[in-house]
């Protein structure tokens, strides 16, 4: 490929025009070869079923412009007839202090009541108890979830059953 | 060309061998098969490390053809194939090679291209194909590969094949009929006088009636995360005829628990006792609550508080009132469900097998991985169990982005999946293949090559060994940067199927593409077809997640009986297939299309 170019009739150019050819040509047949082996052995995948799919996404993605399916979804009628308010109204009883606790604000009634989330006070024995017993290989290879969250924190040296009482661990677990 | 990036094959069917063209079969009668000949051949198969199998006598040999000296890639005529006669070794050029055969025959028909390893019937003037050939190629291939290392590591124990059985249905004896009907309530179905039975809702005319089991779950407080998982597992099938089953019998379970507390102080059962004195905690007793209450025939929506109890005990870490992530979540659960069965068996299963609980027999699969020095070829291989199936969505600066009404356009049969890359679509099965594509690893990542004895540059393959029972697929839509300790949420629509063949993805499929689609029975993989019959999944569960990652909202896409649901915590609506296609999809549930029956190890195992 010299840097003087005079048009497409000089031997070199001619000669680099043959040698890509024949590149192409090689890559042409190698991948015309591998279909070939792939078709008659039965190896080749069902484009029309993929193609089937993929026609009918577009297809759905045309005639629902997808905001119609998350408007105003808590005003409907459910399938059995029902409505429900848009805080569950259920009166329940938690586990933790046996006071009724509306449905729709348990989790925030249980998180203090438990003395979880940001103001961990108090260690459960489950989860010293679980920090003796690591765990092997990762369970799921692309989101390991480490529950071996006590890695940071002793294990209890006494035996299990010594009173209900713990002693409070602060272990600055915000 | 190297051969790691052959076209991709399905390997839905069974290899198939075609049946040889009559030249072929003439010529193996007569050579008494192809051994013969091949042996002579060995030597002159050349392999290297990650490239083609090519012929030549000698190392430094440039064939040429004999009647005009055509070689490969230069001075003109047709090109560069060649063709090596297998009966007397004549080199010729397509244009030529016709005339041989002719001049020579019989005997002399059959040539082997002498830069692919492949056979070619000069008369009949195509590829064709011979079970012994080929496998005279893998072996040159594979000792080409190995060298003098004992190559990968073998199959793992969990993995060797046990026995397949055919299906015995069950029916109950006369006992377990009189139990039953002593001991059980009929599911409140759908009568004449029942309000509901008319489908009342806001549907189109003649919906079927909604199936039991299907009940809407109160947000306790920005638990949709949970919600929405449960509702997915709640309707996973294997999952939930086993619990149906009474498989796991929560009352049974806690009594159990209860005399492991009080009969001995030992560790063991300490895992599960409850800090605040009361029963064992045990998540598959809650979750089996959880069916109970949800199979109950009661309609109006059940509030799973104790299990958020329970499982923030098991969890604490995670346990505080804020969104959470589902995925995290759904491995959190089955972690739970794992750990507490596991210590009634007081050893260690493996998980790959899935034989340890019901959590890991319906969703564990392995994954195998495959790093091969670029320099030597050879490969080392790793086995690793999991759950579930993380995949990147593509970034945006792969395809052109064209709006998605011009696909329309672009038609033509085959052409419709290379349009639609074309057309900026993201694709499950094209984030599948992005997971199973060999993948250069950076020059700061080089694999120490036993073989080699360095540091060299490698490729990384994945891919399938075992197909879980149920799949799911998470879409990493969540990207975390630890960097700049901020997360953002990736939006991109994801088209997804109905109907899914995992086949391409299995390591029998991506081992035997990497080997050029020979005609091998490759390691340990000897009922193959077992394998790939098992590979046709069916959606059953979507769980979207709409919003920004402060402030979003997760909701599950349910089938039940050809019929999609839409479960909003209370709220569960009828919806079109459309509007489930059309959705953001963060985690996907697919279940086998046919179940096959093993012959089990353990008699009184589930």
Redesign the interface.
Known sequence: MSASDDGNSSPRSQFAS??F???L???I???A??????A????????E???E????????????P?SS??VN??N???????T?PAI?A?I?KC??CRQPVV??????H??KC?G???K?RKV????V??S??PR????????P?S?A?STNRAPNGT???AG?E?ADYTYG?Q | ?SSFS?????????????QPCPHLADYRSNAHGLAKPFRSLQPCLRVRPLGRPEIRRDPHEIPRCGPCSAA?????GM???LYACLACAAVCCPAHAPAHAEECRPGHEIAV?V??A?LFCCACGD?V?DREFDKAVVLAQIAAAAANASASCSLPESLRKRRRVDYRPWTPDPREWATMRRESSPLLLLDASD??ST?????STSSPP?SPG?R?L??????CFMNSVLQALLHTPPLRNYFLSDRHNRFECQQKGRRKKDGS???TG?????????SP?CLACDLDAIYSAVFSGD???Y?P??F??RW??????L????QQDA??FF??M??GI??NVEQDQHK?QS?GNGDCCIAHRVF?GV?RSDVTCTICGFTSTTY???????LDLDSNQNYMNVP??K??ACNG??D??LS?QICG?S?L?GCLERFTRPERLDSDQKFFCQHCKVRQESLKQMSIRKLPLVTCF?IKRFAHSSIKKMSRKVDR?L?????L?MA?YLSS?VL?SRF??R?FAFDGDDSDAAIELASEFELFAVITH?GTIEAGHYVTYLRLSSQW??C?????????????????AYMLFYVQKTLYYKASEDVSAS
């Open positions: 043959h040698c050819e024949d590149l040509d090689s890559i047949v190698d991948v070869s591998e279909c070939h082996r792939i008659r052995l039965g190896l080749d995948r069902n484009l079923e993929e193609e799919e993929l026609r009918l996404s577009v297809q759905a993605r045309v005639a629902d997808s399916s998350e979804s808590k409907v009628v459910d399938v059995f007839g029902q429900h569950a259920e329940l586990m933790n449905a729709g604000r348990f989790a925030p249980l998180e438990m979880k989330g940001r961990a459960t024995r489950s989860t108890a679980r003796s017993h092997g290989s990762p369970i799921s290879v692309y989101a979830y529950n969250t035996s299990g059953r209900e713990y677990e | 060309m052959a076209p991709s094959a399905g390997g839905r069917r069974n290899l198939y061998v075609p490969d890639g230069g001075g003109g090109g560069p194939r291209d830069d692919r492949e590829q194909y309000p509901f489908g009342a809702a806001n549907t909604p299907l809407g109160n947000n306790l407080g920005n638990t102080g030992d560790s300490g895992h599960r006792w409850n800090p605040s004195g009361g905690v309609r109006t929506p509030s508080a104790k958020l109890y923030w005990q098991y969890a604490s870490k346990a505080s009132y804020e995925h995290e491995i959190s089955l972690d794992h750990e260690p998980q564990s994954l690793d169990p999991c759950l579930d199936i993380s998605t009404t696909s329309h049969a085959n419709f999946i639609s679509v694709t099965m998470h629509y088209q997804f199927p109905f109907s063949d391409p499929s035997r050029g689609n005609i709409s649901y839409k909003d915590d209370a709220w569960i609506t009828h919806v079109s297939e459309n509007i489930v296609r059309d959705s953001q």
